[in-house]
C-alpha cells in the first residue's frame, strides 16, 4: 500500500474531531458516529469505516460497494431487515457502530433505561440479519427489539438515500421541520396548547363516561337503593348471625340442656332432700378426703401440700357445681322466643343468599354500594362542571390554535423562500418548495379562523410540502413531484435551511448529487461543507467537486475476488485525495492535468470553509451550538465576493 492510499493515523490526519478553525477550535457535536464495521453484507465482505465528525465522504467506482454502506446504516437505525442483503455463503451479516456520547446525554440515559450501558462515552449499536430474514438488535450489549433501536437512533441518524423511506416524507415530520423552522413563534403557543389539549382529553372522557352511561347508572342505582332498602329494613349487626344460632340452638334444647346441667349438679353435690339418696356427692368426697389428709399435715410437708390441693381443687368443685345449678335454672323453654329467634334466622339467611355471601359481606356491600351512590348522585353536579370547564378550554385551545396557524403560514412564506434560495445552487432554479398549511372541516372540532376544524395534539394544521418544479406546473406532494436526484437535492436544501434547529446529528446522503455537474456540483459541495458545521454529514458520491470539501475522505475498492475486505476501505492523506479525484475527474489517477484541476478545487474548498468559520467567529457563535445560527445570506455574500 502505497503512502497515498494508507490508513491516515489521528494526529497525522488533523481529522479525529470536526474541521479545525483558523483559531485551532474545533466544531463540538453531542453525539458522532465514530465507526462503521460491516460483515457479510452485499459485496462488503469485511470493512470498518472510520469517520469524522464533520463532512465524510466516500467515493469509489461504480458497484465498488457504496451503496452496501448506506444499506447497512439503515440497518443500523431500525430499517426493515431484507434477507437479499446477506452475503451469498456467510449465513448472515453484521452491522455495528460506535456513537460517541457524553456520559450524561439524554441518549445515554435513554440507553441505561433500556438496560444498556455506555462504555465511557462510547456506545455500541448493532444489528445481526441472516440469510434466513431474521435479525436481532442490539444496544450497550443488551439485546434489543429492532423498533427499539430505531427509537434510539430516531433524531440522531437520518438516511437519505434513493430507495430510503425519507424521514422529510413523513406527514408529522413535515409539520415538525416547518415548527423547528418557525422557532419561538410556534413553540411558545404549542406548548401552552399541549397543556389545554391535555386537560380537554381528559375532561372531555369523564364528560363522555358520565353523559354516555348515565341510563346505566341510574339503573345501577336503582339496584343500589333496593338492596340497601333491604338491608335497613332487616337491619343486622355485625356478629348477629353467630349470637342468633347460639340462642337458637339454646332455645331449640332447652329441655336436654337443663337436664344434664341438673344431673350434673346432682353428681357433684349430694341432697338427699331434692333427690332421696344418701350417697355422698363428689364435692362431700372431696371434703372428706381434704380432712383425712390435712389432720396430719403437720407431720410431713409434702402431704401439707397435698391437703393444700386438695382443699383448691374442693373449692373449684363448689363453684362449678353452683354454676350448673344457676345455669339449669336460667334455661327456659319458651316457644314464642324460638319462633322470634327462627325468623330472624331466616331474615339474616335470606340477606346471605340474596348477595351470595355472608353477614359479613352483605354488610360490606352495604358500605361500598353507600359510597356508590353518592358518586351517582354527585354525577349530575359534575357533569355540569366538567361541560363548563370543557367549553372554557375549547376556548383556549382555539386561541392557542389560531396564533399557532397564523404562525406556520407566516413561517411557511419564509421557509419556501429560504429553500428556493438552496435549489438555486443545486441545479434546480425554477423549482420551489411549499409549505402549505391547511386545516380539514369537521363539526366536532374547534373554531379556527371561523371553521369548525379537526384538531390534534399538536394543532389544527395538516402540513404539507408540495414541489412545483417550474412556473407553471402543479403543485404536487414531494415525493410525488421529484425524481430520485432530484428528491436528494431537495432534502440537502431542506436539512440546510433547518440546520438551525434540527436535532439530527448525524445524515447520510446516498446519489445527493445525481443529474449535476460543473457550478452546481461546486455548490451542491459547499451546503453539504456548511451544513457539516453543525452536524455530522456523510456523503456517498462520484462527484470530485462535492468530495473536495471533505473533512475526511474514504475510498471504497474491491479485492481481485469482487469483495470489499478491510484493506478495501481507506482514508486518504492529502496526497491520495489528489490522486482520488484526480480519478474521479479523469478516470486516471496519474493525469498532470487532472492533478492540477483536483488540487485547485481542495484549495477553492479550503479557502471556502475557512469563510464559514470567519462568519461564525464574526457572528459570536460557539462552534458546538452551531453556525446554522448566522444568517446564510450573510455568508453567501461572502463567497460572492471572494475571488
Known sequence: MDASSRPVPVAEAGISGAPVTEDGTRHRVTSVLEEIRIR??????????????????????????????????????????????VRPGVGRAFVDGRLVTPAGS????????????????????????TEEGRSRAHIGGRSVPASLLAEITDGLIAVHGQSDQQRLLRAGEQRGALDRFAGAAVERPLVAYTTVYTRLRRVSSLLAEITERARERSAEAEILRGGLAEIERVDPYPGEDTAVDTELRRLEHAETLMQAASGAHTVLVSD???????????????GTAHRLVAAQASLDQDLADLADR?????????????????????????????????????????LARAHSTDLPGVLAWAE?????????????????????????????????????????????????????????GLAMPRARVEAVVSQRADPAGIPVDGQLVAYGPTGADEVELRLVPHPGAPAR??????????????????????????????????????????????EVGRRLARLARTHQVICITHLPQVAAFADRHLVVTKADDGSVTRSGVVTLDDAGRV?????????????????????????????????????????????????????RAAMDEELRNTP
Open 579 to 631: 490522486r482520488e479525484l484526480s480519478r474521479m475527474l479523469a478516470g486516471v489517477e496519474e493525469s498532470a492535468l487532472a492533478h492540477g484541476h483536483a488540487e485547485e478545487l481542495l484549495a477553492n474548498a479550503a479557502a471556502d470553509k475557512k469563510i464559514f468559520d470567519k462568519s461564525a467567529r464574526q457572528q459570536g457563535v460557539d462552534q458546538g451550538v452551531g453556525l446554522g445560527r448566522v444568517r
Open 40 to 85: 457479510g453484507l452485499g459485496v462488503i465482505d469485511d470493512a470498518v469505516l472510520e469517520l469524522a465528525p464533520g463532512l465524510t465522504v466516500v467515493s469509489g467506482e461504480t458497484g465498488a460497494g457504496k451503496t452496501m454502506i448506506v444499506q447497512g446504516l439503515g440497518l443500523l437505525t431500525g430499517g426493515r431487515a431484507d434477507a437479499g442483503l
Open 106 to 129: 439524554p441518549l445515554a440515559e435513554r440507553v441505561r433505561d433500556a438496560g444498556g450501558e455506555c462504555d465511557d462515552d462510547s456506545l455500541l449499536i448493532g444489528r445481526t440479519l
Open 477 to 522: 406532494p414531494v415525493h410525488k413531484g421529484a425524481s430520485g436526484g432530484e428528491l436528494s437535492r431537495i432534502m440537502l436544501a431542506i436539512e440546510v435551511v433547518l440546520a438551525t434547529a434540527d436535532t439530527t446529528t448525524t445524515i447520510v446522503f446516498d446519489e445527493v448529487d445525481t443529474g449535476v455537474g460543473g457550478r452546481a456540483a461546486v
Open 310 to 350: 386438695l382443699h383448691e381443687v374442693g373449692m373449684l368443685l363448689a363453684d362449678v357445681a353452683a354454676d350448673l345449678a344457676s345455669y339449669a335454672a336460667g334455661v327456659e323453654s319458651d316457644p314464642g322466643r324460638l319462633a322470634t329467634v327462627q325468623a330472624r334466622k331466616a331474615a339474616l339467611a335470606g
Open 272 to 286: 338427699p332432700a331434692v333427690g332421696g339418696d344418701d350417697t355422698p356427692g363428689a364435692v362431700d368426697l372431696l
Open 368 to 424: 361500598q354500594a353507600g359510597r356508590r351512590l353518592l358518586e351517582i348522585d354527585s354525577d349530575g353536579d359534575r357533569a355540569g362542571e366538567l361541560a363548563s370547564e370543557r367549553d372554557r378550554l375549547v376556548a383556549d385551545l382555539s386561541t392557542h390554535a389560531t396564533e399557532i396557524s397564523t404562525a406556520r403560514r407566516a413561517a411557511a412564506d419564509r421557509f419556501a423562500a429560504a429553500v428556493a434560495t438552496e435549489l438555486a
